[in-house]
């Protein structure tokens, strides 16, 4: 059974940074492309980054390009979100998606869905 478990989560300062680990299993890690997803309270989910199946291609929303660095490893079958000068505007849950194949940057084209884990950004 496919299951992908974020962690990482917590509370951090405005400039701080976190670094957000998925695992997974249940899957053939490295022919699925994965993404980061966030959903902020009242919004809807958001994408986030994506990274293809190889790690060697990489997409990102313009609201974290140049802050947040997606990477994986497949010899561990995890994927990680680094997010560095975290803004209160970043404070939502944050979730892991696979979808077997392609990486794409549409969220409901993802077949398997983390339990997400929260990121809260103060002032």
């Known amino acids: 059974q496919v299951q992908l478990v974020e962690s990482g989560g917590g509370l951090v300062q405005a400039g701080g940074s976190l670094r957000l680990p998925c695992a997974a299993s249940?899957?053939?890690?490295?022919?699925?492309?994965m993404v980061w997803v966030r959903q902020a309270l009242g919004k809807e989910r958001e994408f986030v980054a994506a990274?293809?199946?190889?790690?060697?291609?990489?997409y990102y929303a313009d609201s974290v390009q140049g802050r947040f660095t997606i990477s994986r490893d497949n010899a561990k079958n995890t994927v990680y979100l680094q997010m560095n000068n975290l803004k209160p505007e970043d404070t939502a849950v944050y979730y892991c998606a696979a979808r077997w194949g392609t990486v794409i940057v549409t969220v409901e084209a993802y077949d398997y869905w983390g339990q997400g884990t929260q990121v809260t950004v103060s002032s």
């Open positions: 249940g899957l053939s890690f490295s022919t699925y492309g």
């Open positions: 990274i293809s199946r190889g790690g060697g291609s990489t």
